[in-house]
């Protein structure tokens, strides 16, 4: 039974999608086919909605929603190559682009979180909004000794309307559980858990900063990326200052080729970056869509927006690593077998008719360019071989397969001609002949010694109290057996003792009958 209020918010959203004139959407579907004719007499059929072209819609459809659904556009529009061009256009304008709210709240917010007024922090505050998105929204501001600076503040209220739509989605997922037969396999419970995770610790800018700060540490004076520096003392659950940068969207080509961009060199840096984050530092930006990207020319990458990171279990990324350099080389039978000893396809599944059934969906993309490969058709195969296997989903990988596929769409706006297997393939032999060669185990059993060398002086007597406990062991199994065979006999010895008791006795009822 659907409870009423997750009742009420499906009611918001059908009537939404209805007044942005999607009302097709919602009309189509088979529990609302007997009452379509109703949408006539609907206001807001007559308001002209239909009249706006369908990118534009489906864009104010997703803001009036919630962040939630802003994300699911967000994350859409980094792949113009799987949707029409007005659709890609508009949801772009979801990435930086979201009605804001008023600078008095935000002021309000600022000045509670800080304790202070506007003008005792900063030198210069600037009331219009920067940029604004599905979660907060960003100023612009001066330091009092002068430093440039930008200050996020959360959108009001924000986690109550998430918090609804999670509910929403969990409540759904409960459904395609009880009623869906590929529900097992998908885990949608657990992916919506993992998302609601994800999404939550979005509202804590506390640990964004620390987000940002540890990713600034692991790329620090590097060539790839420039992560700003955080501003400690004024950053608070909801609010964060952060040093301000200079730079070219990365969706912005036009910009970037007047700029005289090196396209090559950046399509190239993403994919080596996406690596180094992944398999290097196991921790990565997982929101990487181009609203929260910008560059320095000629080749630079600038990264924003720290609430969404994600890191991997030693096994999951050793197993990533050995798939990604197994199907690299096109060791189809070796991503087969892993496959299944992952646990990620049942352990009944024949490992050669797998490795037949990858063979046909990746062979024919490889050695071509992004730009010569339908990934409309690739994700059609890759469902189907998936549903044919019972191939699980690993909530746990749903951030890194989102980040991958925003880099990927990155690098087809960048660089269709990009080779992503050769840009990859050298990184991870590297990584592997790195972590898990003859060098790399030496190197940790050095690493070990230091700690080894300290106990080694406790090793005679630990020796010597092993030996010891296992001496008294032997006695006192030598004991518990003597005992245990004592206890046997006594018990053999009742046995005896009762079986003659009760031979007696009747033989004593048998003489009184006689007798009698």
């Not at 001066?142 to 409540?171: H, M, N, T």
């Not at 840096?269 to 020319?297: K, W």
Request: hydrophobic content about 45%; glycine content about 4%.
């Amino acid at each position: 039974m659907i409870r009423p209020k997750i009742l009420l918010r499906l009611i918001h959203i059908n009537w939404v999608l209805v007044y942005h004139g999607l009302d097709e959407i919602v009309l189509k579907t088979h529990l609302f086919r007997p009452i379509r004719y109703l949408v006539y007499l609907s206001p807001a059929y007559w308001m002209g909605r239909h009249n706006e072209p369908r990118g534009v819609r489906i864009r104010k459809t997703l803001e009036e929603l919630g962040p939630i659904y802003v994300k699911f556009g967000q994350a859409l529009s980094t792949r113009k190559d799987l949707l029409p061009d007005d659709i890609a256009d508009e949801l772009v304008k979801l990435q930086d682009r979201v009605p804001p709210f008023s600078s008095a709240v935000a002021r309000t917010i600022i000045e509670k979180e800080l304790g202070a007024t506007i003008s005792e922090t900063f030198a210069e505050f600037d009331d219009k909004p920067l940029a604004s998105a599905s979660v907060a929204q960003v100023h612009t501001a001066v330091l009092p000794d002068g430093r440039k600076v930008i200050v996020k503040v959360l959108r009001p209220d924000i986690e109550k309307r998430i918090l609804s739509d999670v509910g929403l989605l969990s409540e759904l997922a409960r459904f395609a559980e009880r009623f869906w037969k590929d529900a097992r396999r998908l885990r949608p419970l657990e992916v919506v858990a993992e998302f609601e995770k994800t999404t939550l610790d979005e509202l804590d800018l506390v640990r964004e900063a620390a987000n940002a700060a540890k990713l600034r540490r692991n790329f620090e004076n590097s060539e790839l990326i420039y992560v700003p520096e955080v501003y400690w003392p004024l950053t608070r659950q909801k609010v964060m200052v952060m040093e301000r940068i200079h730079g070219i969207p990365v969706g912005d080509i036009d910009q970037l080729r007047a700029g005289n961009a090196d396209f090559k060199l950046l399509a190239e840096r993403g994919v080596e970056i996406f690596f180094t984050q992944v398999f290097r530092d196991n921790f990565f930006h997982a929101d990487m869509h181009p609203g929260n990207i910008f560059v320095e020319l000629p080749a630079k990458y600038l990264a924003v927006d720290f609430g969404i990171v994600g890191t991997l279990s030693p096994s999951d990324q050793r197993y990533l690593a050995e798939n990604f350099l197994a199907f690299f080389n096109r060791d189809y039978h070796r991503v087969a077998q892993m496959h299944v000893e992952s646990g990620w396809v049942p352990g009944s599944t024949r490992v050669e008719e797998f490795e037949s059934a990858i063979r046909s969906v990746c062979e024919p993309i490889f050695e071509k360019p992004l730009k010569d490969i339908s990934f409309g058709h690739l994700l059609l195969r890759l469902f189907q071989t998936a549903r044919r296997f019972d191939m699980h989903v690993q909530p746990q990988l749903v951030l890194l397969q989102k980040t991958l596929l925003n880099i990927e769409g990155l690098g087809r706006q960048l660089y269709p001609e990009l080779d992503l297997w050769q840009t990859a393939k050298p990184f991870l032999e590297k990584w592997f002949h790195e972590r898990l060669g003859p060098q790399a185990k030496i190197k940790k059993v050095l690493q070990q010694f230091p700690e080894l060398a300290e106990k080694f002086p406790e090793i005679p007597m630990l020796v010597f109290k092993a030996l010891d406990d296992a001496s008294h062991a032997h006695e006192q199994m030598t004991r518990q057996n003597y005992e245990m065979h004592e206890l046997r006999k006594q018990i053999e010895k009742n046995h005896n003792g009762l079986m003659t008791a009760i031979i007696i006795s009747a033989a004593m009822v048998s003489a009184a009958l006689l007798l009698a």
